[in-house]
């Protein structure tokens, strides 16, 4: 990494004033899982880092009539095993509790992994974010089997690295962040921004805001599953991951929030799959259908077709997880839990 | 006098007190309290920390450097140039420039501040499409093209045909010629190398393909007109590397101008000093080299490198005080060593009962800017009547570097795979299909016959197994199997063995431990033959100043360090027999040494305890050198291996769980049998790894590695391997044959196995590892998968 | 040109020294330099809101700072830029080399130790940021005289080869197994998930993990 400097705030009004005008000049650094990688490969060179761990009131869970209030500073592991979490956002406890690995949980915050840098290979390997050479994407000359199938008109082709943002959007959060003049809420999928350059980022942040608290409204009787397609059985990138979350009428869906992640630059909220699943029973055939509404407009990049199958597995598997028992939200994969074939 | 074979062979099995048993290994408490100290941990006084600037292009031309701002910068020590302007990089992440400073973070500062120009060449980084439209190559053989076709047991008639038609690129000496005669080459064949014009090579063409001659054995053509059944796919593996957590590097300092003292990763502690003697113009004997413990050498570490010599070179300019330099993960990703990639359309001849007749193979791969020969096809099981030919792709991939059992992996999968398909095709059990055919595998059918059997009945594959594609639902199971072979004859090594009159023992041996248990196994040979339990032994390894002893590779470290453990320790024994014969009223040949005790074989209970007996020594310890080669027949070469997998396959997305896998393996006698079967678990779940997840991802436009990291360079975690189930062959017709090495002959199979438990599951073949889901999506379903040449 | 204001210097060196108040030689105008900022551009723009800032927040760095860590039940001290890992503090400032560096990005485990108890990457840490912790290392479980009962268990069910990523599985298993006293096999599957060995040890340590659940004290 290169030299910089250290601050340590106390208080959250203290951030702002820390941070810089543009992004990578000053970096918030909690958790610093990313961050410190992010340095060490030079694809963000900031000349101070803002330790916001001694930062009073971004520490707390707080749980309010089933209405939950997450601080910043909040570990995936503390989310994981909170009981409370486990009551009444289960599929938000099953996500963080095996999102990463333990060492990353246990450091990792929840205001860190929704501002997590994408994955995309050239960008890791130092090509800028939008990864452009001579005017051209590197992603579409080159090698896109991890990239995006939605979202993907250009100029950028990564994909959202959170499998927690996806299950927050499912279930209606929102994030609060402070900048210099205050405040201010705004839902989850509209923090998640596409960049149109390289001196953007993937959210709704300016470079001297920062995320204060996550809070997720009630959801009693939401009926809720992730469903996450990765290769190895822990700590490995998924395909495609799926965040469904429905509420019932009975025995027919009356809404669904359907979110897939890490198959566009954003958590793609498909509105498409939820009306296809509205008003319906869940069955296989209506979780297929619905299933296939959610990638109906998605396209391959000539590498990355399997990510289109992939993620129409996810999202039916999820909304078949989610119509069974509210208890068994858990997070499912591979489809192997609980024995082989 | 008994004759050699008596006096030093191995005990029989109920004479072994050690030897087999299962003992812990002796540095085990070491690594799991974190005291093992390995070159990355190692703090000289003083030390300087090196940095290096790379090349960021895959194919160049260094124009110029600029080291005057990172020289002004502060810390720094020393800076040297590796490769000066003019010199030609041929892959991403080559050495440029080193940067020596007080501290890693000085050093990172001052290489960022080096200023290198580059005139950016063509690079070529395809591998994956085969070659069309190559005319076979006409430049003179080299004597890696030799090599290769002794390899391939290509016919004497061949190797005459491709010298006399193409001759060759090198003067066959004496030395060379002597060689060819220890290796069986005929008579025939060493008379045209040697009448051989040497050529010079045509000016290199544009093209990265190299098509060797064609090799033809027995009458391919009339075994394929006349199959009953003729099956045909498309196989392979691409470029992987080693990974080895301890990265490479060392540590350099000039104890004077002219000694140096270095601690290095490395897997060749007695071969290290000449290179760098020979990098370095100074003499060997002032080469000092150390190291305790190493992790992960995997055929990577048998040289000093660039790196190495360089670290020497920057410490130098730094008036001598130690340099470490350490390479980064990415660093050790992209350069420090590509396993070649092999692939092949293969097309196999059979008539309905399943005999094989015939084997046509076009083949093709790379390891880097050499190119990559053939692997040894077809694999074990010889189909008598073949057609191969082979194009060698020259890539800026990466250096190409040994990797465990070298070649046998890939010819392993393309055969193994092949035959796995021809029994899809032939409605046959690929395990009945293998039987019928096993007397190919010869000399050592019979061992496979066997091995066959016990992997069968520990996988339950006659219960369990069933044609392909069937089942329904979405996770369908289904077996593989697959047969390995290698060498693993004993290298040369020396040992220095002492018995003290105060009854210490002490032996030091310039070999190493790569985590294989060498340690644990030399205390047992030696312990086993004095009757001493090991913690009695005091062992010295990891120096240049102890005798000489092989590298560690090709499986030959077992056989070496044991034979010369045993004829040393018996020498040693006898001379201490010899001293206190006298004492029991016996002759020396009556005696024994048996726990802890020199005692009378015919009357055990006349005996003296081993410390009285040393004490008889007097003020002289007893002191020899045990040698391998040496008296007595202790060693020999060859072993079998049988593989067997249990996968399951979610066909909606492409995952493949490993269900069950076992490994039979024979390695002749075992010395330490905990490490030994560790070494077999270690070999399947790295085979898991290289089926499943590795590959160099490159980037065709660019030519660098996209995937330099272990996000996506990805290794089996625990909980991806499934259960694992070993068997060591043992007892009659494996002790006999003295210790084989084991680091290589089980690492071969897995992948093929697991690949054709695969195709045996979903009903048809992925063709190219590794084994993700975009590539079994795309199998499934060609419409809708994609990376369809990948 | 625009510079930053210099701090007061803690040892009273004079305010244009180029020396930081720690002498490693990083002054301010070399960080610049370093970082690849021109002299002629502020580093922010509100130089004299930032200095406000500042003063209240306390900022460290880019030089040498002391660093107090708690490892192993001891104060251990030393001098550190702001960028130094707790790995690498703890193998090069204080010879504690049983966490390794092999991925240095979070990826492989090899460099895990304890922070109050619970298993993190030390790589992914700053040394900075790991004061007022309890900090365990493998060389805190037991040594080899006196090994803890996983290092035992792992001895025991030969769990290592090369031996490099054993620390950290050490450790992570000792973490693990105080959330998990009697796990199954599933769970060990992904408690162990954020370690890899590349020798390939699984077998042996699965057995260890369970040996180790199964001697009192673990």
């Known amino acids: 990494m290169r030299p910089f400097e250290y601050t340590s705030p106390t208080s959250a009004q203290q951030v702002p004033a820390l941070l810089g005008k543009s992004w990578g000049e000053v970096e918030i650094v909690a958790g610093g899982s990313d961050l410190l990688s992010l340095m060490k490969d030079d694809i963000t060179t900031p000349r101070r880092l803002v330790n916001i761990k001694q930062v009073a009131g971004l520490h707390a869970i707080a749980n309010e009539g089933g209405a939950l209030q997450l601080g910043t500073l909040v570990t995936l592991d503390r989310i994981g095993a909170a009981q409370q979490i486990q009551q009444h956002h289960p599929m938000l406890a099953a996500a963080a509790g095996d999102a990463a690995s333990p060492q990353i949980r246990n450091v990792a915050t929840i205001g860190g992994n929704l501002c997590q840098r994408p994955r995309c290979w050239y960008f890791r390997t130092g090509h800028g974010l939008l990864a452009q050479k001579d005017g051209k994407s590197m992603v579409l000359q080159g090698d896109n089997r991890y990239h995006a199938i939605l979202g993907n008109d250009g100029p950028a082709f990564f994909v959202s690295p959170s499998t927690v943002a996806p299950v927050l959007i499912a279930y209606e959060a929102k994030v609060r962040i402070m900048g210099p003049r205050g405040s201010r809420d705004i839902p989850l999928e509209k923090f998640f921004v596409i960049p149109k350059t390289d001196q953007e980022r993937e959210h709704d942040l300016r470079p001297d805001e920062f995320i204060t608290h996550v809070t997720v409204p009630p959801a009693p009787g939401v009926r809720a599953a992730q469903y996450e397609v990765r290769q190895k059985v822990a700590f490995d990138w998924p395909y495609a991951t799926a965040a469904v979350a429905l509420k019932m009428n009975g025995s027919t869906v009356q809404s669904a929030r359907i979110v897939m992640g890490h198959v566009a630059p954003i958590p793609w909220l498909s509105i498409e799959a939820a009306q296809a699943l509205q008003g319906k029973a869940v069955t296989p055939a209506t979780a297929e259908q619905a299933a296939q509404a959610a990638v109906a407009k998605a396209k391959s990049l000539g590498h990355n077709a399997h990510k289109i199958q992939l993620a129409r597995v996810a999202v039916k598997r999820a909304i078949l997880a989610a119509a069974g028992s509210p208890a068994q939200a858990a997070v499912e994969r591979n489809g192997f839990e609980g024995g082989a074939a | 006098m008994a004759d050699d074979n008596t006096r030093y062979g191995w005990p029989a099995a109920d004479e072994r007190s050690l030897i087999g048993k299962r003992l812990s290994r002796v540095d085990g408490p070491d690594k799991v309290s974190g005291r093992a ?13 090196g940095k290096v600037v790379r090349c960021p292009h895959a194919h160049a031309k260094v124009v110029s450097i600029d080291i005057s701002a990172a020289e002004k910068m502060p810390g720094v020590k020393a800076i040297h140039i590796v490769q000066d302007a003019g010199a030609e990089i041929h892959w991403a992440g080559d050495d440029i420039v080193v940067v020596a400073a007080v501290d890693e973070g000085a050093a990172a500062d001052a290489a960022r501040a080096v200023k290198v120009e580059y005139q950016p060449l063509p690079h070529f980084v395809d591998d994956f499409a085969q070659p069309k439209d190559v005319a076979e190559s006409t430049d003179p053989l080299t004597q890696r093209d030799l090599f290769t076709m002794f390899n391939n047991d290509a016919p004497d008639e061949q190797v005459i045909a491709a010298v006399q038609k193409r001759g060759l690129a090198f003067k066959v000496t004496p030395e060379m010629a002597q060689r060819m005669k220890d290796n069986e080459v005929s008579e025939n064949v060493i008379k045209t190398l040697q009448a051989a014009p040497v050529k010079q090579a045509a000016p290199a063409t544009n093209s990265p393909y190299k098509k060797e ?30 990974c080895c957590l301890e990265s490479h590097g060392s540590i350099a300092e000039w104890t004077d101008s002219d000694h140096l003292f270095s601690h290095i990763s490395t897997q060749n502690v007695s071969g290290v000093p000449g290179q760098y003697a020979q990098a370095l113009k100074i003499p060997e004997a002032n080469v000092h080299v150390h190291q305790d413990h190493i992790g992960g050498g995997f055929g990577s570490k048998f040289g000093i490198d660039r790196w190495g010599a360089y670290t020497a070179q920057v410490s130098k300019k730094a008036g001598g005080k130690p340099v470490r330099v350490m390479l980064e993960r990415d660093a050790e990703l992209e350069v420090a060593g590509c396993r070649p990639s092999a692939f092949a359309k293969v097309r196999i001849a059979a008539k309905k009962d399943g005999t094989l007749t015939g084997w046509q193979s076009d083949s093709w791969g790379t390891g880097g800017p050499g190119g990559g020969g053939a692997p040894p096809m077809p694999y074990v099981v010889i189909i008598p009547n073949q057609r191969k030919q082979h194009t060698a792709i020259a890539t800026n991939i990466g250096p190409a570097r040994a990797w465990r059992a070298p070649n046998h992996p890939q010819g392993c999968l393309i055969t193994m795979s092949a035959i796995e398909d021809a029994a899809a095709k032939l409605n046959m059990d690929p395990l009945d299909l293998m039987l019928k055919n096993i007397d190919l595998a010869a000399p050592r059918a019979a061992v496979y016959r066997e091995e066959l059997q016990i992997a069968a009945d520990l996988i339950a594959w006659k219960q369990n197994w069933h044609q392909r594609g069937q089942g329904s639902g979405v996770n369908k199971r289904g077996l593989g199997l697959a047969i390995h072979t290698w060498g693993g004859r004993g290298h040369d090594s020396n040992c220095s063995f002492t018995i003290h009159p105060t009854g210490a023992v002490e032996i030091k041996m310039g070999t190493q431990d790569l985590g294989v248990g060498t340690r644990t196994a030399i205390l047992i040979v030696a312990g086993d033959t004095l009757g001493l339990p090991i913690n009695q032994i005091d062992l010295k390894i990891g120096d240049n100043q102890y005798p000489a002893s092989g590298g560690s590779g090709g499986s030959t470290t077992i056989g070496g360090v044991s034979s010369s453990t045993r004829r040393a320790a018996v020498d040693a024994r006898d001379q201490l027999f010899a001293k206190v014969a006298g004492a029991l009223n016996a002759k020396p040949e009556e005696l024994e040494a048996v726990g802890g005790n020199i005692r009378v074989k015919s009357a055990p209970s006349c005996s003296m305890s081993w410390k009285d007996a040393c004490a008889r020594l007097g003020t002289q310890p007893i002191q020899v050198i045990g040698k391998n080669p040496g008296p007595g027949d202790l060693i020999s070469s060859g072993v079998g291996g049988a593989v067997m997998a249990d996968v399951s396959v979610d066909t909606e997305t492409g995952i493949v769980k490993m269900n069950k896998m076992v490994c039979v393996q024979d390695c002749g006698l075992i010395i330490s049998m905990k490490t030994a079967e560790s070494q077999v678990y270690g070999a399947m779940i790295m085979g898991i790894a290289t089926t499943l997840y590795e590959e160099k991802i490159m980037d065709r436009n660019t030519g660098q590695m996209l995937n330099p990291n272990m996000d996506f360079y990805r290794l089996a975690g625990i909980g991806d391997v499934g259960e694992l189930v070993v068997h060591m062959m043992t007892g009659k017709g494996y002790d006999e044959r003295g210790p084989i090495g084991l680091g290589e002959p089980p690492t071969v199979g897995p992948m093929a196995a697991i690949g054709n438990a695969v195709a045996n599951a979903i009903g048809v073949r992925v063709p190219f590892l590794p084994i993700t889901p975009d590539r079994v999506v795309a199998a499934l379903n060609p419409q809708g998968g994609s990376n369809a040449t990948v | 040109m625009d510079d930053l204001p210099d701090k007061p210097a803690k040892d009273n060196k004079p305010k244009e020294s180029k020396e930081t108040s720690s002498g490693t030689g990083v002054s301010r105008r070399d960080f610049l330099k370093i970082s690849g900022v021109g002299a002629a551009v502020p580093l922010v723009s509100h130089v004299s809101a930032l200095a406000l800032a500042e003063d209240q927040a306390g900022i460290q760095g880019p030089g040498k700072v002391p660093v107090s860590l708690t490892v192993n039940g001891k104060k251990l001290n030393a001098q ?32 895990t130790v304890l922070l109050d108890g619970k298993a993190v990457y030390s790589c992914s840490v700053l040394a900075i940021d790991a004061q007022n912790h309890e900090i365990t290392t493998v060389e805190g479980l ?8 996983i290092q035992q268990a792992f001895v025991d069910n030969d769990a290592q080869q090369c031996g490099f990523c054993t620390p950290g599985f050490v450790v992570a298993t000792k973490a693990f197994l105080d959330s998990h006293p009697n796990p199954t096999l599933e769970q060990i599957k992904h408690g162990l998930g954020g370690n890899f060995c590349r020798c390939g040890t699984y077998a042996g340590m699965r057995a260890a993990v369970m040996q180790a659940a199964k001697t009192k004290g673990a």
Do not use: N, W
């Not at chain 2, 064609?214 to 593996?237: L, Q, R």
């Not at chain 3, 010879?95 to 240095?104: E, M, Q, W, Y």
């Open chain 3, 80 to 111: 550190l830029e702001p960028r130094v890992t707790l790995l690498d503090a703890l193998r090069d400032q204080f010879d504690l080399t049983g966490a390794k560096r092999v991925c240095d990005r979070g990826t492989c485990g090899a460099c």
């Open chain 2, 213 to 242: 001659s064609e090799s033809v054995k027995g009458d391919p053509d009339t075994a394929f007109k006349e199959a009953e059944v003729v099956s045909e796919g498309v196989y392979g593996c691409p470029v992987i590397t080693h």
């Open chain 3, 142 to 149: 037991g040594e080899p005289v006196r090994l803890h009962p």
């Open chain 2, 37 to 49: 100290k390995y070159t990355y941990d190692v703090h000289r006084p003083g030390m300087l920390y």
